[in-house]
């Protein structure tokens, strides 16, 4: 094994460990208990030796000692019996501890990837990941907690125990067993790259259900319901015949497996009746070596399962772990800025982002001063930067160059979370939770009372529309406000951020699926609400941003104008001039 390859091997234990760290403990008491409980098991069957002895040159003045020997060999099972009630007890408890904390681990550590994770991983993969992932860690321990460990340790006690008897009969054993490990192990390594295959395979598969399921509206829309399940059975398909090809492979190891065991057993057999033959042994001892080694030979076949078991799953653990060890790129600072309040200066110096390669700039050389308290619009073509400047705001992403400023301070100095606290953004595509209306506009201040969502409710033109539902504020909408219209989880998702408080908001694209008529309305609301605070609002309606303090036109992630509606529109050869009279004519507005 080359060392690179040694280190990975390392790695995955350590890293596993790492993970359940808080059942290591635990686990340490379980193994010394375990040596003791299989110390004591190998009492019975020594006992029984004895028995046999005393049996085979048996008088009446031994009757006692057999009495005695059988009260001994009964006490000897009562012993393991307890003993293992205990064992398991700890077993149970660390497993279903287990459990408990890797997923609720996992989903913590999702919340905390920032969004830059979660836009690249699929939400079909993510799930799975950690469903597969949790189980097989858990199988594992259990396997390991069942068999593994205590049939390691009969292992190495049956060894020393025959060798102790006669050396011969060690030997035997110790011939045998190397090479049965050494296929168990080869095969497995010859099958590593088949599973990593068929586990990312897996993976996919899953993330292709999410997609169909998420996005069942176009499938239906379009018919392409056959298609996405061919598509799906596809995947499967090639999984279940890289499966079957491991499988079988694997039982046609089992053969020479099972050939190397049958060896061993008629090896000890032949040597054992040689020396009761030859009296250098009695037939007591028979029976025990043979009961011993025929034990071991079996727990030699169970660890061989778990390990073909463990190597299956192997990468399911690897890629939980992976998950888990992610990093985030957004970090969020020791000791950061917790501000009370948050005047809302907000400056862009020399931002450069991109999402993915250096060349292709979402954003390019951003310089951009907005006041305190003031409203400034952003506008301009589609996929020409503004969503993503407003995601720099909140720190979704950090600029690849240049600063951003709060309030005269890098973004990056602020507590991330009392920082995004006090802002609030409508986003283009407003989430709705599968929940009441009342959760959902009060998502961010879950203690607000009645009366307070209702007045957000009514700033944001959305308490008429929900009076009209069938249970008013306690209506469910439906995984992703499914049973709302367009405009009225816009509406939701503006007195949402209303009641958040906040100093500064966002609002993206807030009101392009209302009517004229709700979007005035809005509009005015926003007039109110603007008092005392910082405004954004992106726009492709000009007629939204006719009233902001700045204008400014973002196109193919550059600035290329910015001024008040006044001075745009009469700018010659303007793009700002050029996109309202194309409004205008087009009768928008
Ligand atoms: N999560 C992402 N990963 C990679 N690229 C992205 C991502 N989000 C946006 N982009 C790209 O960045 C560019 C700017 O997108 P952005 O969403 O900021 O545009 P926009 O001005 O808000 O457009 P629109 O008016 O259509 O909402 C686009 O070219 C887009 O393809
Ligand atoms: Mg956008």
């Not at 469910?476 to 816009?490: A, H, P």
């Amino acid at each position: 094994m080359s060392r690179e390859k040694r280190k990975k091997k390392e790695g995955f234990w350590s890293e596993l460990l790492d993970l359940l760290a808080p059942s290591v403990k635990t686990m340490k008491r379980i193994f010394i208990l375990m040596i003791f409980v299989e110390a004591v098991k190998l009492v019975g069957p020594y006992l029984l030796k004895v028995i046999i002895d005393v049996l085979t040159d048996f008088s009446n003045d031994r009757v006692f000692l057999l009495l005695v020997l059988a009260g001994g060999y009964f006490l000897s099972l009562q012993a393991v019996s307890i003993l293992d009630y205990l064992q398991y007890k700890k077993v149970f408890r660390m497993l279903i501890n287990i459990e408990y904390y890797l997923p609720v681990r996992a989903e913590k550590k999702l919340m905390d990837l920032p969004l830059s994770y979660h836009e690249k991983e699929g939400t079909g993969n993510k799930i799975i990941k950690i469903e597969k992932g949790a189980t097989r860690i858990i199988d594992l321990m259990a396997n390991a907690s069942w068999e593994v460990v205590p049939t390691l340790l009969q292992l190495v006690a049956t060894l020393a125990v025959l060798l102790a008897v006669n050396p011969w009969f060690g030997a035997v054993f110790a011939f045998f067993s190397p090479i049965f490990i050494w296929i168990t192990y080869d095969v497995n390594r010859k099958l590593y790259p088949i599973r990593k295959r068929r586990w990312k395979r897996n993976e996919e598969s899953y993330g292709k259900m999410a997609q169909s399921i998420i996005n069942i509206n176009t499938v239906k829309s379009f018919a392409q319901e056959i298609r996405e399940a061919r598509e799906f059975k596809s995947i499967k398909k090639k999984i279940r015949d890289a499966e079957f090809r491991e499988w079988f492979y694997l039982l046609k190891i089992g053969l020479a497996r099972n050939l190397v065991i049958d060896l061993g057993r008629l090896s000890i057999l032949f040597l054992g009746a040689y020396f009761v033959w030859s009296g250098i042994e009695t037939i007591g001892t028979l029976v025990f070596v043979f009961t011993l080694s025929e034990k071991s030979y079996l727990s030699l076949y169970r660890l061989s399962r778990f390990y073909d078991k463990l190597e299956e799953g192997k990468e399911a653990v690897g890629r939980f772990i992976k998950l888990t060890k992610a990093k985030s790129n957004i970090i969020n600072p020791q000791n950061g800025i917790k501000p009370e309040r948050l005047q809302g200066k907000i400056e862009f110096k020399n931002v450069s982002f991109s999402y993915k390669k250096e060349d292709e700039k979402a954003l390019r050389n951003i310089n951009l001063k907005i006041i305190p308290e003031s409203k400034v619009a952003l506008v301009g073509p589609s996929g020409g930067g503004k969503t993503t400047l407003a995601r720099m705001i909140y720190r979704h992403y950090d600029p690849k160059s240049g600063e951003i400023l709060l309030d005269g301070r890098n973004l990056k100095d602020y507590d991330i979370y009392s920082m995004r606290k006090k802002m609030a953004i409508v986003p283009q595509e407003v989430e709705i939770f599968d929940s009441s209306i009342r959760d959902n506009i009060s998502y961010a201040n879950p203690k607000a009372g009645f009366k307070e969502i209702q007045a957000v409710a009514r700033v944001a033109n959305a308490d008429e529309f929900i009076q009209k539902l069938s249970n008013g504020y306690d209506t469910l909408v439906g995984e992703r406000g499914t049973r709302l219209s367009g405009g009225q989880r816009q509406r939701i998702g503006i007195a949402r951020a209303l009641l958040a408080n906040p100093d500064i908001i966002i609002f993206d694209e807030a009101t392009s699926n209302l009517d004229s008529q709700s979007e005035r309305l809005i509009q005015e609301a926003m007039e109110r609400i603007s008092k005392g605070r910082t405004i954004i609002i992106i726009a492709h309606r000009l007629s939204t941003v006719k009233k902001a303090d700045k204008i400014v036109v973002i196109e193919e992630g550059k600035i290329i104008e910015e001024g008040n509606h006044c001075e745009l529109s009469e700018s010659r050869g303007g793009v700002y001039a050029r996109l309202l009279k194309l409004q205008k004519m087009g009768d928008i507005e």
